[in-house]
């Protein structure tokens, strides 16, 4: 009896260490758990994430970061310079006349051009202030005059309502004040950039730690990877120095 009783004790032992073994085998995961990764059996996953050579999110972030660089551009070759959005907020004095107008005594009303006129670019270095009253005319030169950006304002021959104000050319202040905010919007445009890259080798990264690809179909798709983020640099490189090339024009 005792030696069935210690036979019996091994056995049990002996069972439990094995089950122990193969239901906790070591394995290792990736550190972010809130999203799984499927394995290989799990084949009704979405394509795109098992898919290394899907670039439709790194595409979509590079052409956001080049249309964002654009716009940024657009807006920094009008630094320094006269722009009709500019001459629309200078401010100027209207003589009211009162009780023709208003039902009050005579007096002085402040206002901004654009709320009286419009200002458009003409061909060339010249603006046109279209007046909506002709008693706008006189007011509006002398706002022209009278702002700090050293503009000489003429009334057209043509048009009793037209005022004419040509455009001084950009110093090279100017000019270096729009190149250096042209960098800037740049330098922001390849870090947008090299952030798509980054989160494009995260997605790498899922695939490998979960075993969903193969070593060298990763390898090839993270060469095909770096030759989309190299084209959207070289892309945005082009759009920074053609606004450069056009401040220097």
Not at 8 to 29: C, L, M, W
Request: contains cysteine.
């Amino acid at each position: 009896m005792r030696a069935f009783s210690t036979s019996q004790v091994f056995q049990k032992k002996s069972s439990a260490s094995s089950k122990s073994a193969r239901t906790s085998p070591e394995v290792t995961s990736p550190k972010d758990k809130s999203q799984p990764i499927p394995d290989n059996a799990a084949t009704q996953e979405k394509d795109e994430e098992i898919d290394p050579y899907d670039f439709t999110v790194l595409d979509r972030g590079i052409a956001s970061a080049i249309a964002r660089l654009k716009d940024a551009l657009t807006k920094t070759r009008d630094a320094g310079r006269i722009t009709p959005v500019m001459v629309e907020e200078l401010p100027v004095d209207l003589n009211v006349k009162g009780k023709e107008t208003h039902g009050t005594s005579p007096h002085r009303e402040r206002t901004k051009i654009g709320d009286i006129a419009s200002v458009v670019p003409k061909t060339g270095r010249m603006l046109q202030v279209y007046c909506a009253e002709e008693a706008h005319v006189k007011p509006i030169i002398s706002a022209l005059q009278a702002s700090a950006h050293s503009l000489a304002p003429q009334p057209d021959a043509h048009n009793a309502l037209v005022i004419l104000i040509p455009v001084p050319p950009a110093t090279a202040e100017t000019r270096a004040q729009a190149k250096a905010e042209a960098k800037k919007c740049f330098e922001r445009a390849s870090n947008d950039i090299r952030k798509a890259r980054g989160d494009a080798q995260k997605r790498h990264r899922k695939m490998e730690l979960g075993k969903l690809v193969i070593v060298d179909e990763l390898h090839k798709a993270h060469k095909q990877m770096e030759e989309v983020v190299k084209k959207g640099q070289d892309e945005a490189k082009k759009v920074f120095e053609a606004a450069v090339k056009s401040l220097d024009g």
